[in-house]
């Protein structure tokens, strides 16, 4: 049987020579979609980072910036759901940082959504400790060359196959490819809760899947439908990310377990 060691057992097995390291550029990523993403984006990495329990500072104060300047002009349900959804991620860092934020944010709200939300997660911090995160201190700026992030740059082609797809769909979709070839990241990166499409983003696509229906799609109590079916990507000499559904009334599935292994074949 193979050796299968999980994502935290490796890391901390690793941590002398540094390897976990670049988790960072999972930060990098976060950041960039909170930037530059819509209400359905940032709903989406703000529940990869309550499940995750982020703790980066950097990364919570860029949500923080997100919720400052969203929260006002949140008027559909998908807009309010992607601030009340980052109120929570905020909360669970137990940072008591966001205090004053999240409350203002509750008590100013018209959505009954946010206000229910944030003052849920502001009486979760339990109060005001320390500096306050105010308005306007963090930017939302992209990083550049960050996972999942296509620059701009392009290069001659590299062989007939870029050639011809360069001469199909142009110099953009070109130098899109090119950068993120160039930025995927190790298995290692990705974190408990991430969605399929934020794995894929920061890791490119798998070797194989397989997927399987769990025990739970027999448990009568289970009325959700959660976790009753799990899909494994297959990262050839890398290991395998294991997703599990959401819910039977979504299709999205998120990170349940990474499972390191350099023998991984790529085949199920």
């Known amino acids: 049987m193979r050796k299968m060691t999980s994502l935290w057992l490796a890391c901390g097995l690793a941590l002398g020579s540094g390897a976990c390291l670049a988790t960072s550029a999972t930060s990098n990523y976060f950041i960039n979609q909170i930037v530059q993403g819509g209400p359905v984006t940032l709903r989406d990495v ?63 709200a018209s959505q009954r959504a946010i206000r229910k939300h944030c003052d849920k997660a502001a009486d979760g911090l339990g109060g005001v400790e320390g500096e306050q995160y105010s308005p306007g201190m963090a930017k939302l700026e992209l990083r550049q060359d960050a ?37 995927l990241q190790p298995i290692t990166v990705v974190r408990h809760g991430m969605s399929l499409q934020q794995v894929y983003d920061l890791c490119g696509m798998p070797m194989n899947t397989t997927s399987y229906q769990t025990g739970k799609a027999w448990n009568p109590f289970n009325v959700k439908g959660k976790d009753v079916m799990r899909t494994a990507a297959l990262y050839k000499g890398q290991g395998r ?21 350099a023998n991984e074949s790529g085949y199920p």
């Open 46 to 108: 703000a529940k990869s980072i309550y499940q995750s329990g982020e703790r980066d500072r950097e990364v919570l104060d860029t949500l923080a910036e997100a919720v400052a300047q969203r929260a006002p002009t949140a008027a559909d349900n998908t807009s309010s759901d992607a601030v009340a959804w980052s109120c929570k991620a905020l909360a669970q860092s137990g940072d008591k940082r966001y205090y004053t934020l999240l409350k203002q944010t509750a008590d100013k």
């Open 147 to 183: 996972p999942g992030q296509a620059g701009t740059r392009v290069q001659a082609p590299a062989n007939a196959l870029e050639a011809a797809a360069m001469a199909q769909y142009g110099a953009p979709a070109q130098a899109a490819a090119q950068q993120t070839a160039a930025n």
């Open 241 to 261: 990310i294991v997703f599990a559904n959401e819910s039977a009334y979504s299709g999205g599935m998120r990170v349940v377990e990474v499972l390191v292994n």
